[in-house]
């Protein structure tokens, strides 16, 4: 009890006042302020499965597709919502079919309890690591499933260590199964929730959604016309930032430029408008 007095009453309004000090300087910060935290309700669904999916950002999202994906390809009737953390994740998910709607994860209570009585789910499913205390509580007290799926607990995660762990597992035991990505990650998880959480190895969907993917891509015929010629090496630089752009022309300069030696694709982690113009500069 006195952890959900310390973060509801303490914990919540001091990161939103910290979050409206930085958000005029933080456009990531102002669109998740103001973003929708309560869920739409969708007609026609209430003798259908319902599950609240949660994603950090857009990488956990694309793990969360196949998951989404394979239960409406079992259940045709079931409904899907989704929350966010990251407004990044939140925006570039924007029309995605499958889902009934994608909204920011709440962390004032009323609003948690709102977006439960909304979609009512069967199970709420947490992709990763992302779980927040609220969350949890909410799903422990209204007996909904809390499963933790692809889940993940690095060696040096702050959540092992042994001032931050005890606190986390106030929470942590009210999830109901974890599917952990590794091995390694299942034994740290299983200190982490304590003996009353079954914990297992289940695979991570990231590959899944690789393979989906790359089905889907363009022809290799079609990527040459792009880059212009086969007979160069190709060089992807994935989801980069300004600093790892600076050193890749740094290394090509050495190289004696990118038209010499190979063909370079260059994909920001945020693509947006001001990323992409510095990308190409």
Excluded at 10 to 15: D, K, L, R, T, V
Excluded at 76 to 88: G, M, N, Q, R
Excluded at 106 to 116: E, G, K, L, S
Excluded at 129 to 157: H, I, K, Q
Aim: proline share 8%; hydrophobic share 45%; net charge positive.
């Amino acid at each position: 009890m006195l952890g959900r007095l310390v973060y509801y009453g303490i914990g919540i309004p001091a990161a939103e006042l910290i979050a409206r000090l930085w958000g005029g300087r933080n456009p990531k910060i102002r669109s998740a302020l103001h973003g929708n935290r309560i869920p739409r309700p969708r007609s026609g669904v209430d003798g259908a499965m319902k599950l609240w999916f949660h994603v950090s950002s857009l990488g956990e999202f694309e793990q969360a597709r196949p998951v989404i994906e394979a239960v409406g390809a079992r259940h045709p009737d079931a409904a899907s919502w989704v929350s966010f953390f990251s407004p990044s994740g939140l925006e570039h998910a924007r029309g995605y079919p499958h889902a009934a709607d994608l909204f920011y994860v709440p962390f004032r209570r009323r609003h948690v309890q709102r977006a439960f009585d909304i979609i009512r789910p069967d199970a709420v499913v947490v992709i990763r690591f992302d779980l927040w205390p609220g969350l949890a509580w909410e799903a422990a007290a209204r007996d909904v499933p809390l499963l933790l799926v692809n889940a993940t607990l690095r060696a040096g995660s702050p959540r092992n260590h042994p001032l931050l762990g005890p606190p986390q597992r106030f929470f942590y035991r009210h999830v109901t199964r974890v599917l952990a990505a590794t091995e390694g990650d299942a034994t740290r998880l299983r200190r982490l929730c304590g003996p009353g959480v079954p914990v297992e190895v289940g695979g991570d969907s990231r590959y899944d959604r690789v393979w989906q993917r790359s089905t889907a891509a363009i022809s290799l015929g079609s990527l040459d016309t792009v880059l212009g010629t086969a007979a160069r090496p190709v060089l992807v630089v994935g989801s980069s930032y300004e600093p790892e752009e600076r050193v890749l022309v740094e290394a090509l300069a050495v190289l004696g430029g990118p038209s010499a030696s190979m063909s370079v694709v260059v994909v920001p982690h945020e693509p947006t408008e001001e990323r992409l113009r510095f990308a190409e500069r």
